[in-house]
């Protein structure tokens, strides 16, 4: 696969996963940023566009779930893959309604991960270049 | 019968009734020698009577003379009585003029055997017939002899003896007695010799009628001797009624402190003594018959006991304190039993302790439904943990789900940096280097869910109030977000130690912040804030929960302490209850309290420890 620096937006509030995810998916060359809050992410949006966003639902202050709304709602085309490590029916349900691409549980497994993600980026345009990555 | 014989006889009789009185009063109490001395003059004068009016009767020199040696001996007698009697009633000497106006007296009695008409003649030669009390009497008319003077010498220290006597007790304070017993002696001794040796020196012939008048001697001493028989009666009586009620007091005592289970023990510390009452005897296992001392009843005492005993003995003789233990002791048949003990210290006037006394008493009983009733809470608490864990389960899942997931995908990024043709190992050593801690927090995770999990012994130890503050809000910080709860804790002063169980404590702050979480579910997410304080107050440490939840009805405050109180929709009721029960094993208080605005405050406190 020709991977052309897509960037791709992790935002999870434990820093260890951020951390992990950042290194999985910089190993398949992707643009990484992390971020540990929803509202931190979401003001960057102003300055960034991303090819994808990693989302865990359980967050502090704000949570996933508020995160997808204003996401969806201020950038309606960018896949969205929702991790997380509190998995219930509902909050599935919950995230493929509010526009999700992909709900995948914690653990989440490196190469499902990245096959995912490459079909879901695959389909955007590819961009010519980006900043560096956080 | 003329009046002379009739006085005589009634003065003898008197006398030997007298006499034989405190005989008997002395045989039955051999200690009283006063009341042998008494009736030895009494009798003296008993005797003395009958002679002397044998002499009055005497139709020939012979008979008065046979008389008057006999008499002699009656005044012996008399004077050994009066003498000792003075002595020993009055208890005044001196024993030398005691004795040597017994001794000059014996000299006369000894004269008295050689003589065939007595000491005081050589020779009788005629009676002369003389009036007496209108009676017709004989009186001695013949040589006096040389040993009379030595009679005379003694009635002049008899009246010196009994003058002294009289002076003595007056100055003692005694008046009435030194008046009656040795001032009435010494009056009628001198009144009896002066008589006696006008007749004999032939001023005055007439009998010796002196003997009338010692009746008042013998009546004076009698009347003092007597009123201390009926003082000591008196006092016997009392002593006796004293005695029986101090009897029935000990049965009731006994009976009361049998029924109370209770046993009285008193240690006398100088003589290292312990009296203990029969059923505190029976207590410990101690006969009815063998000694009881300090070491005897160490030996008693359960030997992991005993030093904790001693101290605390020693720390009530330094601190003069209440002595208060709780102990075991090993029966001779190797059973255990629980005593409670209670005492105080009996010290003398320069503070040095010499008593301790106090009560005991068998808690056996108690201690045994002490132990299961804690057995019951702990596995009440037990139950109620592994509920309350249950009930975050799924947070708890997620919590260890993080390391999990940061492991898996460090590992796998490794794996395909490791993949390429130039590797970057640097990379590849930092994320070992995370791998590496996260599993170590995965497992952290695990040993406190495994802890809190476990059912073991309760285990007290010093523990810092804050980092179990800490502890507890990290296991459950999952819980919070999904509650959307933001948490603060605002600690003051750390660290604050305090003597607890850890896993028993942590239940009960989870439970506190779990029921926060709830209480906040109703409310908007933006206003889910919870405060976890800790401060010290006095010997105190207080936590408070403090929620911005709808808080509780206050005729509610003290309800939702209780069993199976509950507003939740699931859960049975028990979790505070079961805090509240934690938090009293504790020496400690759990209440709750309405916040001015809004929601509810949760206060703990508990001791805090003291070096």
Redesign the interface.
């Known amino acids: 696969m020709n991977k052309c620096p897509y960037r791709i937006a992790v935002v999870d509030?434990?820093e260890?996963?951020v951390?992990?995810?950042h290194?999985?998916l910089?190993?398949?060359d992707y643009v990484v940023d992390g971020y540990n809050q929803g509202q931190t992410f979401l003001d960057s949006l102003t300055d960034h566009p991303y090819d994808c966003v990693l989302l865990d639902l359980?967050?502090?202050?704000m949570?996933g779930f508020e995160v997808q709304a204003r996401l969806t709602q201020a950038r309606p085309h960018t896949p969205m893959i929702i991790?997380t490590?509190?998995d219930?029916p509902e909050s599935h349900r919950l995230a493929m309604d509010g526009g999700a691409s992909a709900y995948l549980r914690?653990?989440?497994?490196?190469?499902t991960l990245l096959d995912t993600i490459e079909k879901l980026v695959e389909g955007q345009p590819k961009p010519d270049s980006h900043p560096a990555a956080s | 019968m003329n009046a002379i014989v009739a006085i005589w006889f009634m003065i003898a009789a008197a006398c030997m009734t007298l006499s034989l009185i405190h005989l008997t009063v002395w045989l039955r109490k051999r200690s009283w020698f006063a009341h042998l001395a008494f009736a030895c003059t009494s009798t003296a004068v008993a005797a003395h009577a009958i002679c002397n009016l044998f002499m009055m009767l005497a139709q020939t020199p012979a008979e008065f003379g046979a008389a008057m040696w006999w008499l002699e001996v009656t005044i012996f007698m008399f004077f050994v009585g009066s003498v000792s009697f003075v002595c020993t009633y009055l208890k005044v000497g001196p024993i030398w003029l005691a004795s040597l106006v017994v001794g000059l007296r014996g000299i006369m009695l000894v004269w008295n055997f050689f003589s065939p008409y007595s000491a005081n003649f050589t020779r009788i030669d005629h009676l002369e017939r003389v009036r007496f009390l209108g009676e017709t009497v004989s009186v001695a008319s013949g040589t006096l002899s040389f040993g009379r003077h030595f009679g005379e010498l003694s009635e002049a220290g008899l009246f010196a003896f009994a003058v002294y006597a009289t002076v003595v007790v007056w100055r003692r304070g005694d008046r009435r007695r030194a008046i009656l017993v040795s001032g009435s002696l010494a009056l009628f001794m001198l009144i009896a010799a002066g008589q006696a040796w006008l007749v004999f020196q032939g001023v005055m012939v007439a009998p010796f009628y002196v003997v009338p008048t010692f009746i008042v001697v013998i009546s004076a001493m009698g009347f003092e001797l007597g009123s201390d028989v009926v003082r000591a009666a008196e006092l016997t009586t009392t002593v006796q009624a004293r005695e029986a009620e101090l009897r029935e007091s000990e049965r009731q005592m006994e009976l009361a402190s049998s029924a109370a289970r209770l046993g009285l023990w008193v240690w006398d510390m100088v003589g290292d003594d312990i009296w203990i009452q029969p059923n505190g005897r029976k207590l410990f296992g101690v006969g009815r018959t063998e000694q009881l001392n300090w070491e005897r009843f160490l030996r008693i005492v359960h030997p992991q006991d005993s030093d904790r005993v001693q101290r605390l003995v020693q720390e009530s003789i330094d601190g003069d304190s209440e002595y208060n233990a709780e102990y075991r002791i090993v029966m001779a048949d190797g059973t255990i039993r629980w005593i409670a003990a209670r005492g105080c210290i009996d010290r003398n006037s320069e503070g040095k302790p010499i008593r301790m006394f106090g009560v005991c008493l068998d808690i056996t009983e108690r201690q045994r439904a002490e132990l299961e009733l804690a057995t019951q809470r702990d596995e009440l608490a037990h139950l109620s943990r592994v509920t309350m864990l249950g009930e975050l389960s799924g947070s708890l899942a997620h919590e260890l789900n993080q390391p999990l997931a940061s492991i898996l995908s460090n590992a796998q990024a490794a794996q395909r940096f490791l993949a390429r043709e130039n590797p970057d190992l640097v990379e590849v050593g930092d994320i070992l280097r995370d791998i590496v801690g996260e599993d170590r927090r995965a497992g952290e995770i695990i040993f406190r869910l495994r802890t809190l999990l476990r059912k073991g012994e309760v285990d007290h130890q010093p523990l810092d109030i804050d980092a179990l503050i800490q502890d507890s809000l990290r296991l459950i910080r999952s819980d919070l977000i999904n509650h959307s709860v933001t948490c603060v804790t605002e600690c003051a002063v750390s660290p604050k130690m305090i003597w607890g169980d850890r896993v028993q404590l942590q239940q009960v702050l989870i439970n506190l912040v779990m029921n926060a979480c709830d209480a906040m579910t109703e409310i908007a997410r933006s206003e889910r804030r919870l405060v976890v304080r800790s401060f010290c107050e006095g010997g105190s440490c207080r936590i408070q929960v403090v929620d911005s939840g709808t808080g509780v009805p206050e005729d509610e405050l003290e309800s939702v302490f209780e069993a199976f109180f509950t507003t939740k929709s699931h859960g049975m009721g028990l979790g505070l209850s079961v805090c509240r029960t934690i938090v009293s094993a504790h020496q400690g208080r759990l209440w709750a309290s309405n916040n001015p605005d809004r929601g509810l405050t949760m206060h703990i406190e508990l001791p805090l420890l003291t070096s």
Request: no cysteine.
């Open positions: 509030d434990e260890s996963v951390r992990a995810l290194r999985l910089r190993s398949a359980h967050m502090p202050l949570n991790i490590g509190h219930t914690k653990p989440v497994d490196g190469p």
